[in-house]
């Protein structure tokens, strides 16, 4: 079951982290990226490995940047999730969504009982492509499922 107000609340936002940008093309994280890109969002990329994907910068971690996002998009292996949710509650950030389209995705069952015993209630199903437009047909039919 999708999570609608918390889900509006994320969006509400205008400055988002996604975290697990990646220089391999196909992946739900980059495809995100761009979509909040797109839809005029001020968007930081998330990739320890690199510090440019694309000529898009990419920042190691939430703290190294220039600005605190108002929300944080969990793209990435659930590992990282645990990780990045640590950084959000450091920074006070209490927006955050497990992307988990097919699969696990980034869920992570240790990284949402850390937000939730901080105070975060995170989003932990769903995909923001579901709800920032223009929605493609894929996910239109795909939230309909959810």
């Known amino acids: 079951m999708l999570q609608t107000k918390l889900i509006q609340q994320f969006l509400r936002g205008h400055v988002i982290a996604v975290v697990g940008v990646s220089r391999k093309k196909d992946i739900p994280a980059n495809a995100i990226f761009q979509k909040f890109k797109q839809a005029d969002y001020k968007v930081y ?44 509650i450091s920074l006070g950030i209490k927006n955050v969504w497990m992307h988990r389209g097919i699969g696990i995705g980034s869920y992570s069952k ?21 709800f920032v437009k223009p929605v493609d047909p894929f996910h239109r039919i795909f939230k309909w499922f959810k």
């Open 45 to 88: 990329a998330i990739n320890p490995n690199t510090e440019d994907i694309d000529e898009i910068k990419c920042y190691p971690n939430i703290n190294s940047l220039p600005f605190k996002p108002d929300s944080v998009l969990l793209a990435a292996k659930p590992q990282v999730s645990e990780s990045a949710v640590e950084e959000c």
């Open 110 to 130: 240790k990284a949402d009982l850390k937000c939730r015993e901080n105070g975060i209630e995170a989003i932990t199903n769903g995909c923001p492509m579901m």
